[in-house]
């Protein structure tokens, strides 16, 4: 065929398709495709790659056939990224098992929501707080379960940077509205999706992923960034994880608070449902919450954008007390007794440790107290006994308390089950039959306090330490009962609610549990293991009813299991009113200090604490105490000493710490040599530093994270291997065994070594390896800052506060810069030194600048180029140090020191001089001995990277004068 070249070409000439190439505006859009030979294998393989997977995905991956949904709604596909998938109810689990309207990986055997997830709600109309939301199905991918048919969504705006969503089913939840908001949403509609946002970005999306309400199942996917997450005791919160709100040993023991970064930006989202609740992070930063409920579910979101400013937002939320005494930070002792005598054992160990000089401000007494239902006078008596001996040992008295009741069936009982209470009695327990006489317990009138069997007819029994245990409810308006148990005529200065989850060792089955609850998993196995049997009954007090009524079954017991420390410790107010209450569990309570427990010994625990303590502090639990070197029976002394030392070193920097020894002994004084000279020494650094922790923990956490701290510095955001300590010191522990060198991340600022003022430097973010020894504990202060300390240890926290002198550590923060000096200045070739001597006001370092790299060889230098010296001998550099410390003694007085290169300058802010000069009144010690400068220039260091000089300044002549400056260079 020859070729045309003819414009009037038509629809029936397209056989002829080579040569349609000539009139390109006949050709059609599938012309041009079919035409081009590359294009067209493009086609084919764009099918091959994308619509036959998806119809593979259809007809392969759909359990059942698909049909069309009937409401015209989303139908939702299965192709969905792995990554991205959502698990719908148990995620592997076997083909029928997976809901029809789930979808069904073959090859891995996962069952997954669509997308949009089928399992959702519906809007009729605009969202409110008072529109009811109807599922889309009913039935739902836990067994038998049925959505509620009306829910409703209540977004409360708290303040301007915190809002709270409530999916909820009753009718009084509305939340309120203000006007000046950093964030806003939108609830769309008719297929339910949320979407917050705020400066930085969106926030909380719940990305059309499911949401189901259900008696005993609500669950919520949402996701807060693709970024990074933290919180939940993990820096970062790593894809994968699943955390489970309910309080138990070795559980999480921070509020749950995630801190979401985004954009360089951080939101918060804390979780707030008492109900037993299971947190997954998926691959891909989804959070899917599955809370085992009849409320429903409450989320809390802070839009920040700092981590302080969350933080504060939190604070508010848990309504955090602040009631800092300063005894509280020196080391609690406890000894749980092995021996016969306890008494005999803690006279020795209060006059060994003072012979020692072990310094510690709180003991236990004789024994932790538990409950009894039998008298036991020797027990009462050892107690009171032991609070005496401590008391007038200089130290305050803190018990150590457990919930439980240790239970001896009332004799009546006895007849039925004859071998049952000498199995059950504490081995060291004397075997007595009970007497009536015996029995401190009436079982009639407190029947209606203690929580029940399942069946709710008798009291339900437990195990705790070996004995059998009772659990009371701590109702409200259990005050009677509170003075019952108490038999002790003591007073204490503080309690360690101990065991508070509370302690349940009793075993249990969770075979069959599918049969009771529409959702359990492993790791709520796990978190129902050590406490009491879920299924237990609260007791519920029939008012004015008369002793041996029957007592009415009240709410399934682990509905309300995380509220349990938190009734305990409001129980406990009726013994004593305000007294600073440490619990091991607590549940969004702000008033209560945390006191870790069950720790085991080992050095992965040991970071874990620092990364606990740390997050804990961040989200408003400043106060959070912390046992050195564990405190469960695993320890072994004979190749675990070397961590016990570690972290002795480690606690040198923890908000609050408890010694805790039981079988093994703990203490310094359970060690020999070295390592109870390391032990002795890292917790008189621990009192040397208090001053400052005390001033610190006024306005911050101590320990912190480092995206608390350096929030924007992308390299320092998700490092667990240093951590800040106030604004001004940083720790690098070396917490490996034999760990020779750690490698510090430079933060932002100068940094010196904390004990030698070895200056370090580096780029921001860049690591920098530092040699380091067992016997070490790397730690470097921040240039700018000064540090007050009391090196001369006491016995205590308060003696040492009240005896010793302070040394000034000042950590010089120097900047160079270029001026042209004025007329009247003359330099010198060598004027590195000169100028201004007599002029105190101002105190700069003038140097002339023939470019020297970090002064080194100063006087050398300056001749050499005597030639350009004319033309820049205009320009000088002028080196300004300065530093400033603060030292917080009450709300009505503070030291401020400022530095300069060459003085000290120290006022007071406040009118109370008492608290330092009063010689009967004074806590507080009033002279400074020493000072310690680091930053200076070599030559006028007397040490190898410092400058010390003694003093003597007497801090009550501040009471005369409004400043007094101490010039530690002479020139
Ligand atoms: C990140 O922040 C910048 C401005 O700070 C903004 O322009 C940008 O859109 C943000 N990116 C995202 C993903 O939100
Ligand atoms: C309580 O739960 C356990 C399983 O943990 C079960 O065996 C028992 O039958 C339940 N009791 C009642 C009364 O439901
Ligand atoms: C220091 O400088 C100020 C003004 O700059 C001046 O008034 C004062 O006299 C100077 N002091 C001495 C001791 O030279």
Redesign the pocket.
Known sequence: MIPHVDGRKDEQEEDHIPFAIDSPKNVKWYDLILLNRPLRIVVVVLIVAIVLPVLMYRYIFFPTLELAPTDGLSMGSCVVARDARLPCGKESVPLEECHPQCCYDHSNNLCYHRYPARFSYLLREEWAERVNMTPRSLSLPYGSSSSIRNIRLSINEVSASHLTLTFHHSVDIIGRRIHEKNYNYEVMRPELNIIVSSDQGVIFNTARGPLIASENIWELTFKLTDDTLYGLGEIPLEPGTVKVIYNHKGGISSIPLIFAKLNGSYHGLLIDTMAPTEVIVRRDNQLVLRSLTDFGLKLHLFVGPEPADIMRDVMKTIKVKKNLEYWMLGAHICREAVHDDPLEDLKTFLRTASFQEIPFDSHCGSLPIVFDTQCNSDMVNMVNKGAHLVKSGGKKYIPQISPYIKYMPPPSADIDDDDNPTESTNPKQPKTTTMVEDRCFDDEKFDQYIIRDPDSLYPYKGKANGYDVIYPGFSRGSDDFMNAIWNFNTDFDGIILENSWPLDEHEKDFEGMEDYLPYFSGSLEDAFHLVPQWNATRPVRALGRAPGDAVFPGQTYFKTHNDYGNRFSSAFRVIKGSVPTYSSSTWMNGEVIINRQGVPTSWTHLRKELVEASLGGISGQWYWSSPICGDTDDFDKSYQTRLCAKWYMAATYMPMIRIHSKIHERDPLGFVGIDRKHMIKALNRRLSLLPYFYTTLQEGPLLRPMFFQYPSVEELTDLTTQFAVGNDLLIVPNLQPMQTHVHVRMPPGTWYEFWSGLEIFGGVGEAVTMTTTEADFFSLVRGGSIIVMQKESHLTAEMTRLNSRYSLLVALDCDITLTTPSDDEKLTTDSLTST?D?????DKEITSTTTREEGAAEKGNGQTDDGDSSSQSEEQTVKTCEATGKLFMTDKMSIIIKATARTVTITASGKDFSVFCDSSDAIWAKTVNEIIVFGLDDEKNNYDESRVVKVTIDLCDLMVKDELTYRFLAN
Do not use: Q
């Not at 007599?838 to 101002?842: F, G, K, R």
């Open positions: 201004d007599d002029n105190t006001s101002e």
